[in-house]
């Protein structure tokens, strides 16, 4: 149930405004939008929009409030940032004072998919191509749902307000905070549209762990035999792209729960870059880009508003939003079974991971702990080359409890379901970033096709003596030097000397998780 704080503000902000639409349609957001000068629409009817100075996430500027309702329970540190109650309640009156006189847009709508554990959620904004971004990306009600809406968390989204980094106790203009006791979050300073997603996935990822239902990072599909997949992973290593897969049915592509029932989908659209997008490699994404669909920091052509999908000259982190029943074989509603096949996906940056690999269940729990990739370019402000990075259950800034939590949520499920569990490298092969190249798209998907039939389930495999993994030696499709990182090498010194740099990392990572199980400790990388 709502809580009167945020009744309170939603009724302050309701009386303030110059003018308060609530629900508008699709076609009447795009209007507004451009009426606005908010956005321009491209050659295929999306609308497209640029989002000034930020054109990623600001994980630096997100804070929860430390009160009664998470004091206990966060985990608190550089991920999750504290930020006192009174500095909350004096950011929110000051921007419900910059919000009097303006027009804002409502949507209200659902987070997740499954009926029985759905937030109703409500996001206030202060542009209309924004709150198209919210409709198009989370649950859609329908018109009865709406009749007696009555949400159980308030975002207010307003770009146009800055924070006092000294008054507000923030470090800089932009904030991102939630607040668990009043079920209030507020976003300023920014104009990435991302942050509304990810601020409302948090919250779940915070609440569902109590029902006993375990959020998830990753994307989802599942097969004609009604067996259904899970890709884990970060910003840029394929999620979206692999799970987008015409000979299955895509669930969702980024967020999801896994509760008694089997999975269901945070969301009610995708969120997929776009950058190098063309129609040859993700047919499915191309075609979404249509009337309905939102770009996002991409380049067009000033006289035919073309999109160009190669130009970098914004961002890196180009994007389009779309509703997920553009994609034709999505499932509707996002739910499915419990999975079968699990792919911890990686890009890396120092290209010695093996290209695909088996788990067991003990590796399969020491990787989603530390969830190994490289930050790609773009997808957080300051990051302009790929650089290691280490993140916690695949998206450590959106984990509000300690990752041991998920992570014998996880390993609960495992032992439950029997999923087989693949560790993916998407990033480097032959050498590191700058030396080697990025793997094939169509090598992926073939490792990721076998997967799915079972053909690995029984085939022949090597142990990889650095990371203890199970590669196997032959998969249809893909040369058999590629399933060997280091006969990708023109130097087998040069390997074995960044294979042991790159588990060492490792091993000084998982140190921060103090004590755990031997088993889940003794099953990462050996360090000579």
Same mark, same amino acid.
């Given at each position: 149930? /709502?809580?009167?704080h945020?009744?309170?503000?939603?009724?302050?902000?309701e009386?303030?405004a110059?003018?308060?639409?609530r629900?508008?349609s699709?076609p009447?957001?795009f209007?507004?939008?451009?009426?606005?000068g908010?956005?321009?629409?491209? @050659?295929?009817?999306?609308?497209?929009?640029?989002?000034?100075?930020?054109?990623?996430?600001?994980?630096?500027?997100?804070? =929860?409030?430390?009160?009664a309702a998470?004091?206990?329970l966060?985990?608190?540190?550089?991920?999750?940032?504290?930020?006192?109650?009174?500095?909350?309640?004096?950011?929110r009156?000051?921007?419900?004072?910059?919000?009097a006189?303006?027009?804002?847009?409502?949507?209200d !709508?659902?987070?997740?998919?499954?009926?029985?554990?759905?937030?109703?959620?409500?996001?206030?904004t202060?542009?209309?191509?924004?709150?198209?971004f919210a409709?198009?990306?989370?649950?859609?009600?329908?018109?009865?749902?709406?009749?007696?809406f009555?949400p159980?968390f308030?975002?207010v989204?307003?770009?146009?307000?800055h924070?006092?980094?000294?008054?507000?106790?923030?470090?800089s203009?932009?904030?991102?905070?939630?607040?668990f006791?009043?079920?209030?979050?507020?976003?300023?300073?920014?104009?990435?549209a991302?942050?509304?997603? $990810?601020?409302?996935?948090?919250?779940?990822?915070?609440?569902?762990?109590?029902?006993?239902?375990?959020?998830?990072?990753?994307?989802?599909?599942?097969? /004609?035999?009604g067996?259904v997949?899970?890709?884990?992973?970060?910003s840029g290593?394929?999620?979206?792209t692999?799970?987008?897969?015409p000979?299955?049915? =895509?669930?969702?592509?980024d967020?999801?729960?896994?509760s008694?029932?089997?999975?269901?989908?945070?969301?009610?659209?995708?969120y997929?870059?776009?950058?190098?997008?063309?129609?040859?490699? @993700?047919p499915?994404?191309?075609?979404?880009?249509?009337?309905?669909?939102?770009?996002?920091?991409?380049?067009?052509?000033?006289?035919?508003?073309?999109?160009?999908?190669?130009d970098?000259?914004?961002?890196?982190?180009?994007?389009?939003?779309?509703?997920?029943d553009?994609i034709p074989?999505?499932?509707? /509603?996002g739910?499915?079974?419990?999975p079968?096949t699990?792919?911890?996906?990686?890009?890396?940056?120092f !290209?010695?991971?093996?290209?695909?690999s088996?788990?067991t269940?003990?590796?399969?729990?020491?990787?989603?702990m530390?969830?190994?990739t490289?930050?790609?370019?773009?997808?957080?402000?300051?990051?302009? @080359?790929?650089?290691?990075?280490?993140?916690?259950?695949?998206?450590?800034?959106?984990?509000?409890?300690?990752?041991?939590?998920?992570?014998?949520?996880?390993?609960?499920?495992?032992?439950?379901?029997?999923?087989?569990c693949?560790?993916?490298?998407?990033?480097?092969?032959?050498?590191p970033?700058g030396?080697?190249?990025?793997? $094939?798209?169509?090598?992926t998907?073939?490792?990721?096709?076998?997967?799915?039939?079972?053909?690995?389930?029984?085939?022949?495999?090597?142990?990889?003596?650095?990371?203890?993994l199970?590669?196997?030696?032959?998969?249809?499709?893909? /040369?058999?030097?590629?399933?060997?990182?280091?006969?990708?090498?023109?130097?087998?010194?040069?390997?074995?000397?960044?294979?042991?740099?790159?588990?060492?990392?490792?091993?000084?990572n998982?140190?921060?998780? !103090?004590?755990?199980?031997?088993?889940?400790?003794?099953a990462?990388?050996?360090?000579?």
């Open positions: 149930m /709502p809580t009167e945020s009744v309170r503000f939603f009724a302050a902000l009386r303030h110059h003018r308060l639409h629900s508008l699709v009447l957001l209007e507004a939008a451009i009426h606005r908010e956005a321009q629409v491209s @050659e295929t009817g999306a609308l497209r929009a640029v989002t000034g100075k930020y054109t990623g996430r600001s994980p630096q500027d997100k804070f =929860l409030v430390d009160n998470t004091h206990d966060v985990d608190w540190g550089k991920v999750n940032q504290p930020l006192a109650p009174e500095d909350f309640e004096n950011l009156a000051r921007m419900e004072e910059f919000a006189g303006k027009e804002l847009f409502v949507f !709508g659902f987070a997740g998919a499954s009926p029985e554990y759905r937030l109703p959620i409500r996001v206030v202060q542009y209309a191509w924004h709150s198209l409709h198009q990306l989370f649950v859609r009600p329908t018109p009865s749902q709406l009749e007696n009555v159980e308030l975002l989204d307003l770009p146009g307000f924070a006092d980094p000294v008054r507000d106790h923030t470090r203009e932009t904030v991102i905070t939630l607040n006791e009043s079920r209030i979050g507020l976003i300023c300073g920014t104009e990435y991302g942050e509304i997603k $990810k601020s409302i996935f948090t919250v779940l990822n915070f609440l569902l762990p109590q029902q006993d239902v375990f959020p998830m990072h990753c994307s989802a599909n599942t097969g /004609p035999d067996g997949s899970l890709f884990f992973g970060l290593t394929g999620k979206t692999l799970s987008a897969d000979d299955r049915k =895509l669930i969702g592509d967020e999801h729960g896994w008694g029932a089997g999975v269901f989908n945070f969301e009610g659209g995708c997929a870059k776009c950058i190098r997008l063309s129609a040859e490699g @993700e499915q994404i191309w075609d979404a880009i249509k009337f309905g669909s939102v770009l996002e920091n991409v380049v067009l052509d000033p006289e035919t508003r073309a999109a160009d999908y190669d970098v000259s914004l961002t890196e982190n180009t994007r389009a939003a779309y509703p997920v553009f074989s999505a499932v509707i /509603p739910v499915g079974g419990h079968d699990i792919f911890f996906l990686t890009a890396d940056a !290209g010695v991971l093996p290209p695909i088996r788990l269940r003990d590796q399969a729990m020491y990787h989603f530390s969830g190994y490289s930050k790609l370019a773009g997808t957080e402000r300051g990051v302009t @080359e790929p650089e290691p990075n280490f993140s916690s259950c695949f998206g450590a800034p959106f984990w509000p409890l300690p990752p041991a939590h998920y992570a014998q949520m996880l390993g609960n499920r495992l032992d439950t379901h029997n999923a087989v693949y560790l993916v490298n998407t990033g480097w092969t032959g050498g970033y030396v080697g190249s990025r793997m $094939k798209l169509t090598y998907r073939a490792m990721i096709h076998a997967a799915l039939s079972g053909a690995l389930r029984d085939a022949q495999t090597v142990i990889d003596p650095v990371f203890g199970q590669i196997p030696t032959h998969i249809d499709g893909v /040369p058999d030097e590629i399933l060997q990182p280091s006969q990708t090498w023109s130097s087998k010194s040069e390997y074995d000397t960044a294979a042991q740099k790159l588990a060492q990392r490792f091993a000084e998982f140190q921060k998780f !103090g004590e755990v199980s031997a088993e889940i400790a003794g990462g990388p050996r360090i000579s």
